[in-house]
């Protein structure tokens, strides 16, 4: 059961915070959106070093032609 019934009483009698960590909002949206940036960077440098791995791991495009034997 809630233990607030009357908003108007609460906010009336002075008890401004009806949360933990009142205030705060700003500094975890930075600090969400800093973590969310870094991930991004992150896992798109970790792409691209992978995608060079299979790139260079990969034949060319004439590289079939020497698989071909003479008759």
Same mark, same amino acid.
């Given at each position: 059961?809630?233990? /607030?019934? @009357? $908003?108007?009483?609460?906010?009336? *009698?002075?008890?401004?915070?009806?949360?933990?960590? /009142?205030?705060?909002?700003? %500094? %975890? +949206?930075? +600090?969400?959106?800093?973590? %969310?940036?870094? $991930?991004?960077?992150?896992?798109?440098? *970790?792409?691209?070093? &992978?995608? &060079?791995?299979?790139? @260079?791991?990969?034949?060319?495009? @004439?590289?079939?032609?020497?698989?071909?034997? @003479?008759?």
């Amino acid at each position: 059961m809630a233990t /607030v019934t @009357n $908003w108007v009483e609460v906010m009336e *009698s002075g008890q401004g915070q009806v949360y933990p960590y /009142v205030g705060t909002e700003v %500094w %975890w +949206l930075v +600090l969400a959106i800093v973590i %969310w940036l870094g $991930w991004h960077v992150i896992t798109g440098i *970790s792409e691209t070093e &992978e995608h &060079e791995e299979v790139r @260079n791991r990969a034949p060319g495009p @004439n590289d079939h032609k020497s698989n071909i034997t @003479n008759w």
